[in-house]
Each structure stands twice: as structure tokens, then as C-alpha cells.
């Protein structure tokens, strides 16, 4: 076995990407552009009779039996291909005897070629491919789409992985943002301890390693206790670097993490990246007791898997972001509104708005400290200590630990040794900068909040020799920490909602004439978030369901009649599903569009305007008993084309949820309430438990199974949106099993807020 001779720090720095050695499963071979082999794996004997010192300079052809000689003939091609930079090529060959798997990359002006014998031949096929596929990839995509939560999602996903694998534990590893990691879910058979709300620390995936995860999506070590063979040579005819393997399927590992795997208990692990807006968020770990390897097949399905996983998680983050943006961005305009109110604006008002100032950030206390006064609100420390953190962000924090105008802590006394009397109020601090020539500041402050952290072994121990070798930890067992002076972290949101606002005060108080070209600044930035939200899920969600629907049909082309009913239900199944989630995100970018569409106001006759939205109904009423009754519709101040997406979405739920009554009753009216009008429509369709009346209007929130009633989850939250940002509010009403109500109220010009 051998012992790493790395320190702590040289593993940090350790070159992984040059390992000098592959494992032994398979064979590598290295070749230029005119086809000449320039490295080989030490076991390439194997392949076709030739020691590694004679394969050194002689082509494919020549080195390979004659069965697998196909794969020399289209060498000048393959290596054509891969200097596009098309991805990983796989190909099935027949070598010696036995079916191999061939992975083609480029590295520089070289092709490196590596095979691997297939442990279970005939299932690398269309049909093999597809049988998994069907068989678990596809129950996760139909399951996932009834989640809302990520956290759900990823339950689901470790159950459906390890059913996929055969391997005895699948986790779901997520890392925060100093890089340790924490276990969010895990699916196990017993044969491992759980490791469920367990961390790591950082140091357990070293930066480089981290890189290494982000680039390669999939990587497989099938027997911890394997003994690396070698590259020959070592190095390159023209280098004195080792080949670089950094993409490399057969890559070998370094001696450290084999050892922590041992330590562990695990003698086989698999890990898929999840990659989120283009950042390592975590990992789908699989590990087995005893060695374990998985086919071609499963471990493609399983990147699919994690690919599709991490789209998810995308978009269900994306839009919780948005929710939250919106929500900040009406305390950050009340605020604003308050200050520039105020004759002349300063920003001292900021605290007579105490619920928008803490909800702002989510704080518990604040502060505005100018040149000459200090205003606290909430639980906040004293005014001498409020100064004195003041004058040391001034003069020393402030520079050094801002980041984009904010600086941001959740352990004071971590980086202010001073703050270390002060963890009751403020153990955590938000501050921004408001003056460009005074200390001034806007503060947000949060008390202590004592934690406890379940560690997977003490996360600084270190084994070491006599020598001072360094090895990893040695054991996993539940080690508890008890975490003081911490407060509850900042979320990003959080952060951005206080940078806003500093923006906006910085504005206000310091460029008065400007007044104008800020407020369209601000916009600018609002639209440039929507964009970058709209993109990120276009990015992550329409490729891949594209991708899912164009190799169906390319399936089902493959395989033309000859297979049974099951599979042509199978795969209308994936094209149907993948058609329904493209809806979702064509939904979903309607949404997002909302914000930054500006609103046209007109006296409209809404008399009308329901005619023309029930005509536009008349084909999903076909063949339907409808009873439409319409009464009493004051005119409206407001856009008319969002307003008739308001009764669009509102009459063609009425109609979804009412269409097992006959016949079916739809009740439209309004009336005049005070500051505005009050517009009703009612059903008397399917209803619902007024107890979930409060997530009718979020995001991906549906009170019915979609087996039951189509739809996305989106018409509510788009109806909210737009009779917010007229200034109104929406209300519903609901009983199973007798019908609903939904209400929206419009102010008129005199008592509605300018927006």
C-alpha cells in the first residue's frame, strides 16, 4: 500500500491532474495528430501483445489486434473531432475476445484514448440505454415535477440513484460557502452508517480537487484498494510534465483520498457533480463496502440524473430568488419613498419606518449613524458601541472586509476582537456605507445564536507518522461541536436588498439633480436581474428537455416496430413530459417578464373585458354546460392587457376546477369598496381547504395532483403579481367540494400609490 508523503498544505497544492498513473480497470493510450503513440499505460500488453516500451512511436495500427483496428483507421478523424471540442466521444469495440468501451478527449495537439472492458456486454445499446432510462431516470423527472421544495427533490433523487447504481449508500453532499460540505440526503441499505446532517470540512475536498468536480461531471473509483499503473514514459518527448489527465475517465487518484476512503469504510465511491448557475453546489457521493462497478449504461444515466437534478435545484432557487427579490424590493420602496418624502431627504427618517427597515435584511436591530446623530431601532447595542463599530469599519473594517459597498459578518468577534462583548445584539452586523466624505452607516444588527454542528470525526484531526507524514483522519464517528458568537448567516438576497439601499440613499442625499437618472439606474439593475433569472433558467431547463425530447424520437427512429407497446408508451411518456416542463418554463419567464413590463393606465370598461376573455374561453367550454353569470362591473384604472391576463387566468381556472359539475356555475361581479373596486369571480368547481389558502399564489404551489387539473402553478402567482403592481391586493376563498372565490380590489388614481 502506498503512504502519501504529503504535509497538509502540499495537499492542498497536490497536482491531481498529473497523477502519472491510471486505474486498472482499463487502458490508456496517448497519440499525436499523425497518429503516433506518444504514451501508453503500463498494462497496455494486454491489448495486443506489445510491452509498453515498443508501443512508444508506432501508430494504432500497428499496436492494436486487428479486430479493433477500426478505431486506428478513424484516429486523424477522432483527433479532427475532439479539436472542436465536441465532448467526450464513446465508442463500443470488440477487443481480444471481449466488448470494450473507448473514450476519446484532447488534451493540447494529442488524442488520449482510453478502454474499458464491459463487465456486462449487449446492455451499452439503445435498448439497454433506454430500459434505465424508463426505468428510473424518468419516474424521478414525473415524481420531481410535484415538488416544490429542493430539499423534496433531492430526497427523491438519492432514493432513485442508489436504486439506479446497486451501490449501499448514495448521499447528496452540498457545500456552503466557505466549501465545507453537509449531507442533505441519503439513501442507504444498512451495509454503511448513516451520515444524514453530518459536515466536512473544506479541507476534505481541497480546491483543486473542487475544480476537478466542476469540469468532470462523473468520476468512478471502483476499488479503493487498486495499485496505480503507470504512463510510459513518464513524461513527454517534448515536456517535462506528466500526461495531463484532468478529463480522463481511468484517471488514477490521489494516495490521500484512497486512504480516506478506506478510513471511511468505503472500498467503492461514484460522485456526479451538481452544477448550479455554472458553480459547484454539491455532489451525488455513492459508496459501497465492498468494490462495486457500475456499467457504461448506469453511470451515463446517472449524469443524466445529476444533470437533470441540478436544473432542478436551479430553477427552484431562481425562483424562491425572485420571490425574494420582490418582496425586499417593497420595503426597499416604502423606505425609499419615506426618505425622499422627507424636506429635505436624510436618511435619519429611515427609522421612523421601523418594520420595512428590519425586514429589509431579516434583523433584529439597526442603526443609521451620521456625522451627528445615532437612531437605533429593535435590540441593538448601546449607542457608545454602535459608534465605536462605526469608527472601526471608518478606519480599519471598512476597507478591508467590504465587498461591493456591504460589509458583511455573522461572527463579529471573529474579525473585531472588541465585538466579543456584544454577541447578545450584535453577533452578527450588516453594514453599508451612506457617505462618501463622513463615517456613516446603516446597520443591521442579530444576536448569537448558538449552534450545534454534527461532524463526520473531529474535522482538524490528522494522523502522522514518525516521519511526519500526513494522513487523513481515521475516523467518521459523530463528533459534536457547540458553535458560540455565531449569528444567523446574511442570505444573498439579504445583502443585495442592503447594497440597494445604499445605492439608493447615496442617490438621494448626495446627487439631489440626479435624481431621475438614479431611480432609471435602479430599474436598469432590476431588469438586468429578471434578464440574468430568465436566462438561468432557460439555460438549465429548455436545453435539457429539448435534449430529452430529440433523443426519444431519435430513439424510437433507432428502434423503429419491432418492440413491444410498453416501450412506445414509455417514450410518449418522456416526450410528454418533457413538452409539459417546457410549459412550466415558458410560465416562468412570463413571470419574470412581469417586473420589467411598464404599465399603461386607462380608464378600462371591464364589462367588456370580460366579454372578449369569455369568447376567448369558448373552445375549453365546447361541449360543456356552462352557466355564465355577469353582473355589476364598475370601470377600472389600470393596464388593459394585464388586466385581461388577470381575468384570463381567473375565468380559465373557474372552468378547469368546475368541469365535473353540470351544469357549471361562473359568477363574475364587483362593486365599489372604499379607495377602489372590488371585482369577484366564483365557481362552483372543485374548491379547497382555505387552510392552504395562503400558497394558492406562490410559485409552483398547486393544492391538486396534475393528474387531476393541468396546469403549471404559475396562473395565480402572475395574477398577484400584476394586481400588486397595480397597487391592489387579491384575496381567495375556497370550500372542497363546493367552489371558490377569488377577489382582487383596484384602487382608484386618488388613493393609489404611484409606482
Known amino acids: 500500500m502506498r503512504s502519501p508523503t504529503e504535509t497538509a498544505a502540499s495537499c492542498e497544492s497536490e497536482p491531481i491532474h498529473i497523477p502519472g498513473g491510471i486505474q486498472p480497470h482499463g487502458w490508456l493510450i496517448a497519440f499525436t495528430a499523425s497518429g503516433r503513440v506518444t504514451h501508453v499505460s503500463a498494462n497496455v500488453s494486454a491489448l495486443g501483445g506489445l510491452h509498453p516500451g515498443e508501443a512508444i512511436g508506432k501508430t494504432l495500427a500497428e499496436m492494436l489486434p486487428a479486430e479493433a483496428r477500426s ?79 429542493w430539499q423534496d427533490v433531492v430526497h427523491l433523487a438519492t432514493r432513485t440513484a442508489r436504486r439506479l447504481s446497486g451501490f449501499d449508500r448514495v448521499l447528496i453532499y452540498r457545500f456552503d460557502s466557505a466549501w465545507n460540505g453537509c449531507v442533505v440526503a441519503e439513501d442507504g441499505n444498512g451495509k454503511l452508517p448513516s451520515l444524514l446532517g453530518r459536515h466536512f470540512p473544506a479541507s476534505d475536498i481541497p480546491a483543486q480537487a473542487r475544480e476537478m468536480y466542476r469540469r468532470n461531471r462523473l468520476r468512478l473509483i471502483q476499488d479503493a484498494g487498486y495499485t496505480p499503473v503507470a504512463i510510459v514514459p513518464a513524461c513527454g518527448p517534448d515536456s517535462d510534465s506528466p500526461l495531463d489527465l484532468r478529463q ?49 449504461p448506469v453511470r451515463s444515466a446517472v449524469d443524466f440524473l445529476a444533470h437533470m437534478l441540478s436544473g432542478g435545484i436551479a430553477a427552484r432557487a431562481n425562483a424562491e430568488r425572485a420571490q425574494q427579490l420582490l418582496v425586499t424590493q417593497a420595503h ?26 428590519l425586514a429589509l435584511t431579516g434583523a433584529e436591530g439597526a442603526a443609521i449613524v451620521t456625522e451627528t446623530d445615532c437612531l437605533s431601532v429593535g435590540q441593538t447595542p448601546d449607542e457608545a458601541s454602535i459608534r465605536r463599530i462605526a469608527a472601526w469599519l471608518a478606519a480599519e473594517g471598512y476597507p478591508t472586509q467590504i ?54 470525526g473531529e474535522p482538524e484531526h490528522k494522523s502522522a507518522d514518525a516521519a511526519g507524514r500526513i494522513w487523513p483522519r481515521d475516523s467518521f464517528a459523530l ?30 442625499v448626495m446627487r439631489r439633480a440626479e435624481e431621475l437618472a438614479g431611480v432609471n439606474r435602479e430599474l436598469v439593475r432590476t431588469n438586468t436581474e429578471l434578464e440574468a433569472f430568465s436566462y438561468s433558467i432557460s439555460h438549465d431547463l429548455r436545453a435539457p428537455f429539448r435534449h430529452i425530447v430529440g433523443y426519444a424520437e431519435l430513439l424510437r427512429e433507432h428502434l423503429g416496430t419491432g418492440y413491444a407497446e410498453p416501450g412506445r408508451r414509455y417514450l410518449q411518456t418522456i416526450v ?152 391592489g391586493r387579491v384575496e381567495a376563498f375556497g370550500e372542497v367540494g363546493v367552489g371558490a372565490r377569488f377577489t382582487f380590489v383596484l384602487p382608484e388614481p386618488d388613493s393609489r400609490s404611484q409606482r
Not at 264 to 281: E, K, R
Not at 485 to 495: G, K
Not at 653 to 661: C, E, M, V
Request: proline share 4%; hydrophobic share 45%; glycine share 8%.
Open 248 to 296: 480522463a475517465v481511468l484517471r488514477s487518484v490521489s494516495p490521500l483520498h484512497l486512504q480516506y476512503m478506506r478510513n471511511m469504510g468505503t472500498m467503492a465511491s461514484m460522485s456526479a457533480s451538481l452544477i448550479v448557475d455554472g458553480q459547484l453546489w454539491g455532489l451525488v457521493a455513492f459508496h459501497s463496502r465492498d468494490p462495486h462497478f457500475p456499467t457504461l
Open 403 to 456: 465587498s461591493a459597498g456591504v460589509f458583511v459578518t455573522d461572527n463579529l468577534a471573529a474579525v473585531w476582537p472588541e465585538g466579543a462583548r456584544l454577541v447578545a445584539r450584535a453577533s452578527g452586523v450588516l453594514a453599508v456605507s451612506i457617505s462618501e466624505l463622513h463615517p456613516s452607516f446603516v446597520m443591521w444588527f442579530r444576536p448569537e445564536v448558538v449552534q450545534t454542528l454534527d461532524w463526520a
Open 576 to 727: 410528454d413530459s418533457a413538452l409539459s416542463a417546457g410549459q412550466l418554463v415558458d410560465d416562468l419567464l412570463a413571470f419574470s417578464r412581469l417586473g420589467r413590463t411598464a404599465l399603461a393606465y386607462h380608464r378600462v370598461n371591464m364589462h367588456k373585458l370580460v366579454e372578449e376573455t369569455q369568447r376567448s374561453l369558448e373552445l375549453e367550454a365546447a361541449g360543456r354546460r356552462v352557466a355564465w353569470r355577469i353582473g355589476t362591473l364598475p370601470p377600472a384604472w389600470g393596464d388593459p392587457a394585464m388586466l385581461r391576463q388577470v381575468l384570463l387566468n381567473l375565468l380559465s381556472n373557474a372552468l378547469k376546477y368546475s368541469r365535473g359539475r353540470d351544469p357549471a356555475e361562473i359568477s363574475v361581479f364587483g362593486e365599489v369598496v372604499a379607495g377602489g373596486h372590488r371585482y369577484t369571480v366564483q365557481d362552483n368547481g372543485a374548491g379547497f381547504d382555505m387552510a392552504y389558502a395562503g400558497k394558492l399564489f406562490g410559485v409552483f404551489q398547486r393544492l391538486h395532483l396534475s393528474e387531476q387539473y393541468e396546469g403549471t402553478g404559475i396562473g395565480l402567482a402572475l395574477v398577484r403579481r400584476i394586481v400588486e403592481r397595480h397597487s
Open 332 to 357: 426597499h420602496d416604502r423606505l425609499l419613498a419615506a426618505m425622499a418624502a422627507a424636506s429635505p431627504p436624510r436618511p435619519e427618517v429611515l427609522a421612523d419606518e421601523v418594520g420595512d427597515l
Open 479 to 508: 463528533w459534536r461541536q457547540t458553535v458560540h458568537r455565531t449569528a444567523l448567516s446574511w442570505a444573498p438576497y439579504q445583502q443585495e436588498a442592503a447594497r440597494r439601499l445604499r445605492q439608493a440613499i447615496v442617490g438621494v
Open 71 to 149: 478505431l486506428a483507421a478513424g484516429s486523424l478523424g477522432l483527433l479532427e473531432w475532439a479539436r472542436r471540442g465536441t465532448g467526450g466521444f464513446v465508442r463500443q469495440v470488440r477487443i481480444t475476445g471481449q466488448w470494450c468501451q473507448c473514450f476519446a478527449h484532447r488534451v493540447g495537439d494529442q488524442l488520449i484514448l482510453e478502454i474499458e472492458p464491459e463487465t456486462r456486454p449487449g446492455v451499452f445499446g439503445a435498448a439497454g440505454m433506454a430500459d434505465t432510462l424508463q426505468a428510473d431516470v424518468l419516474d424521478f423527472s414525473r415524481e420531481a415535477e410535484d415538488l416544490g421544495a
